[in-house]
């Protein structure tokens, strides 16, 4: 396959480049159909007179329903989609840039997505997919799963695919609340993913980076130990990546206060944890969920975050030494890529 597109990129470059375009006009109806032609030309930002020639094309192969409403992907090109976007892969080279940061990242598996989060938001949707598809397919009979918050983690759970039967499973947050916004909050998501996989769950009422006074009274409560114990002993626990100063600003945290009291800047957090770009810990807040040494202790620990600006936060959350598994996309993968040459 490898000496195959390395001779389309030789003598038919343009090829390349036209595969690309379809490959990119079909993924957009898929996340979006219907959709009327300006509409999807606005989300690729092409033109319209080269979207209606692709779309002419789409027809002729009778690859597409159109209707008054839009155009939709007929159930044959949904197929061949899936098959298309393997080639698109491995044409954009992800396959190796896999390899390469499992690596040099010390990582079981990288999972990459086309696209870049901070460019093109249908990537987020892809990501969440990605991740969604493979927590469905990892899971267990009787397994524990534990999930943080976070927009990431909500993308992931409105995107794994729906089970009809019912699962022994059982869903758990893995930290407390943080902030107002009720969807993106360890609760909610736990809630939805056990939805989706016809699971169970657990809830844990416990707002995150509260006082170390008030905390010790919340974990006397039996529930709140339960929960604590479920997700110290999950059999896969999945997680975001936060920009610090975002997080912080979550947790009305003074950052610049913070930046002054700190010897080392931080670039990335997880679980309350805020890392140095070599993964050391440079602050920390009180929190309900898993310790770093418990973290390490786990079987399975997904990190799913991605975006060109995310890369050093990706890197530092890695290098703490306890996430096995990454699912990231092109724009953060690259860019670790030429950190960790510019390293060498």
């Not at 480049?17 to 159909?33: G, K, M, P, W």
């Not at 943080?178 to 969807?183: I, Q």
């Not at 016809?198 to 006397?220: I, M, N, Q, T, W």
């Not at 999950?234 to 975002?246: T, V």
Request: charged share 25%.
């Amino acid at each position: 396959m490898k000496d195959r597109i390395d001779l389309l990129k030789t003598f038919a470059p343009e090829l390349i480049v036209l595969i690309e375009r379809r490959y990119n006009i079909l993924r957009a109806i898929s996340l979006h159909q219907p959709i009327g032609r300006r509409l999807l030309a606005d989300k690729l930002s092409l033109g319209e007179r080269i979207v209606r020639s692709e779309l002419d094309f789409f027809k002729n192969q009778q690859l597409l329903v159109f209707e008054a409403a839009g155009v939709s992907l007929a159930p044959e090109c949904e197929r061949l989609l899936i098959q298309l976007g393997e080639y698109v892969h491995k044409l954009r080279g992800l396959v190796s840039l896999e390899r390469y940061l499992a690596q040099r990242l010390s990582l079981e598996k990288v999972l990459i997505i086309a696209g870049d989060l901070d460019r093109d938001h249908d990537s987020f949707r892809e990501l969440g997919k990605l991740a969604g598809g493979f927590i469905r397919d990892t899971i267990g009979e009787e397994w524990v799963i534990a999930v943080t918050g976070g927009t990431t983690m909500a993308e992931v759970a409105r995107n794994i695919p729906r089970t009809s039967g019912k699962s022994k499973a059982l869903v758990v947050p893995a930290r407390g609340g943080l902030g107002e916004e009720v969807e993106i909050q360890a609760n909610s998501i736990a809630a939805e993913i056990a939805h989706r996989l016809g699971a169970s769950y657990r809830l844990l009422f416990v707002p995150d980076g509260v006082k170390s006074e008030a905390l010790e009274g919340l974990l006397l409560d039996h529930r709140v130990q339960e929960v604590i114990n479920l997700t110290k002993g999950a059999n896969l626990l999945l997680h975001g990546i936060g920009a610090p100063q975002i997080m912080a600003a979550r947790r009305d945290f003074d950052w610049q206060k913070m930046l002054d009291s700190l010897d080392e800047k931080p670039v990335g957090e997880a679980f309350g944890n805020y890392f140095a770009a070599d993964g050391t810990v440079v602050f920390a807040t009180p929190t309900v969920g898993p310790t770093l040494e418990e973290l390490a202790r786990l079987k399975l620990v997904v990190a799913v975050a991605g975006g060109e600006s995310k890369a050093e936060a990706i890197m530092s959350v890695i290098r703490a030494g306890f996430v096995k598994i990454l699912i990231t996309d092109q724009g953060a993968a690259q860019r670790m890529r030429d950190n960790l040459e510019k390293a060498d």
